[in-house]
């Protein structure tokens, strides 16, 4: 069965700290890895986007990796700002259907 | 503003009444989706048309039905609501069928409805 499992499924940290949050899937046949942040009342928004070839992707203070063999993917994020609390959703793209499988989410939240 | 917009962003409604929610997209893309997020928050996917052709129909009670007049607007339409349709309902676009990972999803605010 296609699933995506995220963990923690939820943090707080405190502003300026680094966290990393982890992916795993089974979707097969695999043709991406994405990662959303959602702010609360609003839709999705891409950060990365991975295909089986890429093991790293940064967007700003974000970096994502994916490691193909084990099925596993982490968001890494830099230097927190009050602005990064929101849900973090691992999405996986199957080739085969195009659909996407999503995670639940990690929540986020950054405290001064 | 380039963008998905979904109207309304806030829906309360009875049960057993029959409600619609909009969506239009000005971004060009061939493709749009309905999901649903439940109170877990997990996304899943309705429907999915790729030019006013429907593409992707999920288990949905068949009291869901989307309607594209033109590839730029995707409008979702439930008849007689349950309570069990409360949840938050996202339009999303892409320029091609989702699995391809040369293209993005854009996704709309969200209609957050409520039905009591």
Excluded at chain 1, 40 to 67: C, H, Q
Excluded at chain 2, 81 to 101: N, T
Aim: charged residues 20%.
């Amino acid at each position: 069965k296609n699933q995506v499992e995220q963990s923690p499924q939820s943090l707080i940290i405190l502003e300026g700290k680094n966290c990393t949050l982890q992916c795993n899937y089974t979707v097969s046949p695999f043709s991406n890895l994405r990662w959303y942040k959602q702010d609360t009342g609003r839709g999705p928004v891409s950060l990365t986007i991975m295909t089986f070839s890429e093991n790293t992707k940064s967007n700003g203070r974000y970096t994502a990796t994916l490691d193909a063999d084990t099925k596993q993917s982490s968001l890494h994020i830099t230097a927190s700002q009050l602005s990064d609390s929101a849900s973090y959703i691992c999405v996986v793209g199957s080739s085969n259907t195009g659909k996407l499988i999503f995670g639940q989410g990690t929540t986020l939240q950054v405290k001064p | 503003d380039t963008a998905v917009s979904q109207t309304p962003k806030y829906l309360v409604t009875q049960m057993g009444n029959d409600k619609s929610i909009k969506c239009e997209q000005n971004l060009g893309h061939d493709t749009m989706y309905w999901y649903k997020q439940d109170s877990k928050k997990f996304l899943k996917i309705m429907f999915s048309y790729n030019n006013k052709e429907l593409i992707i129909n999920e288990t949905v009670p068949n009291r869901f039905s989307p309607k594209s007049p033109d590839k730029a607007h995707l409008n979702l339409h439930i008849n007689s609501l349950e309570l069990g349709d409360s949840a938050v309902y996202f339009c999303a676009s892409s320029q091609a069928l989702g699995g391809d990972p040369h293209y993005g999803y854009t996704f709309g605010s969200g209609t957050r409805l409520t039905v009591v």
